[in-house]
């Protein structure tokens, strides 16, 4: 007996150990929920880390880049009261790690040289170790002319000669009373940095023909149309025969024309360089031999090519698709020689954002719209 009461003691020394560790559980939820309520901070539990590492590399030449400057900032962990952001220098090989800081999900990746444009990106860290390898561009600033453009939609952008820059404006208006709709077209010509002009006092007005892109080819302008590309006297709006077509002696109008080697909707922009042509075309790039019909272009997946100039050994296309926004230095095979992101001058972590139209003058510096403003840009090395 005395056996079983020992027992049935310890028994309920037990069940009163139980009810001693539950009430102390139950407080400590309590406490919990009033340090919640008094704002006393608690500690979030633990996030797992991994390391980031990679090589940054120069766009064209594949070399590696020492001393770039590489930040990188976990931005899905913010919500659970981290926020990291941590530095790191390339080195002489151009890499550059981050060790057990990196957390899984959206990381906020940059990086930055001297002479080269900032790369950003979102990253997605996985729940493992990453490896990311950047190349980045060079950069070439752009800086405004302080010219300020006339009123319209400017659609071409030359170098007449040394001291003369030239817009195109074209426009399409609808007759009161309805009927066929009346296209205009004005050249505008600034020299030694003076204010634009007008070439001819009236404007042109022609029921046949859009335009779209401006050129020079050392002797006249040229323009893009909506059926063909067309010469023009540099001093008044008259067809002229030459390269592109012929006129009748008597009516003037256009016996024949050689046709332009693709859609002239898709042309953006045109530069004319010692009896050649050279479009730019969306995600194509169009050089035009006159004198045999001859054609070389490169159509390449994932571009969009809004601007062209040429030059003697070279050539600039601007590709403006949201991935890149770049400027092409190029042979004329268009074989990339270089590659840069405009920066703005006044800020050089912003990328201007360029409207289209490229123009060489005739000391080799480059020309860009961009915001409804004439803009030179300045390449590195220059």
């Known amino acids: 007996m005395a056996t079983k009461g020992l027992r049935c003691k310890g028994n309920m020394i037990k069940n009163k150990n139980i009810k001693v560790r539950l009430s ?9 929920g009033c340090w919640d309520r008094q704002d006393i901070p608690v500690v979030p539990a633990p996030v797992p880390v991994y390391t980031l590492s990679g090589i940054v590399t120069d766009m064209d030449s594949g070399e590696p880049l020492p ?3 590489v930040e990188v900032t976990n931005i899905s962990t913010a919500s659970a009261g981290y926020e990291i952001t941590v530095y790191d220098t390339t080195d002489d090989l151009g890499y550059y790690e981050f060790t057990d800081v990196i957390s899984p999900g959206f990381v906020y990746f940059y990086a930055w040289r001297e002479s080269y444009r900032v790369f950003d990106k979102n990253l997605v860290i996985e729940w493992r170790d990453d490896t990311t390898n950047v190349a980045i561009p060079k950069a070439a600033a752009a800086e405004p002319y302080g ?24 426009w399409t208006t609808t007759p009161e ?7 205009f077209r004005k050249i505008w010509e600034s020299t030694n940095g003076g204010e634009f002009v007008r070439l001819s006092d009236d404007s042109v007005e022609d029921n046949d023909r859009l335009y779209k892109a401006l050129g020079w080819d050392g002797e006249h302008y040229t323009a893009v149309t909506d059926t063909f590309s067309i010469e023009i006297f540099s001093d008044q709006w008259e067809l002229m025969e030459g390269n592109y077509y012929t006129l009748d002696s008597v009516t003037q109008e256009i016996l024949s024309w050689w046709g332009l080697p693709m859609s002239s909707v898709e042309i953006e922009d045109i ?22 019909g001859d054609t070389l272009v490169v159509d390449t997946f994932e571009t969009d090519y809004i601007g062209i100039t040429t030059g003697e050994n070279e ?5 403006d ?6 400027l092409l230095e190029m042979g004329h095979d268009f074989t990339i020689q270089k590659t840069y992101a405009v920066m703005r001058s006044d800020t050089p972590d912003q990328k201007l954002n360029i409207s ?14 961009s915001s409804g403003e004439i803009y030179r840009i300045t390449l590195v090395g220059e």
């Open 24 to 32: 102390l559980y139950l407080s400590v939820l309590v406490a919990s």
């Open 315 to 319: 050539l600039y296309a601007y590709d």
């Open 271 to 292: 530069s004319n360089y010692d009896g050649q042509v050279f479009l730019a075309s969306g995600q194509k790039l169009v050089r035009w031999d006159l004198s045999t």
């Open 147 to 170: 010219v300020a453009l006339p009123g319209g939609n400017p659609l071409g952008l030359v170098w007449r000669d040394e001291s003369t820059l030239a817009i195109f404006d074209s």
């Open 356 to 369: 289209g139209y490229l123009a060489l003058d005739s000391e080799g510096k480059l020309w860009t719209i």
């Open 67 to 69: 001393e770039v400057v």
């Open 321 to 326: 698709d949201p991935s890149k926004g770049l």
């Open 177 to 183: 009373g309805g009927g066929a709709d009346h296209s």
